[in-house]
């Protein structure tokens, strides 16, 4: 029962974590934006990459990455 109409992403994001301070959120977008994703670096979120440019391999290193405690914000492979 969660009102997500009229959301943005870093709203929900801010949501998500006011819920559950645990979660590990990684943002998923059709395009990159560097502001976009310092504002949800900013806001919490443990990952954030561009999925039309990525090979299956790297998202899941990336998921990886996310789960092992560690951050992964790319717009290409470049930190894995």
């Known amino acids: ?40 670096k900013e806001s919490g979120a443990k990952g954030y990459f561009y999925r039309s440019n990525l090979q299956f391999e790297v998202i899941v290193a990336c998921i990886k990455q996310v789960y092992l405690g560690n951050e992964c914000f790319i717009s290409n492979a470049d930190c894995l």
């Open 1 to 40: 029962n969660w009102p997500s109409h009229g959301h943005n992403g870093v709203a929900v994001l801010t949501d998500f974590l006011d819920f559950n301070k645990e979660l590990k959120v990684i943002v998923v977008t059709g395009f990159f934006e560097p502001t976009l994703a310092a504002r949800m």
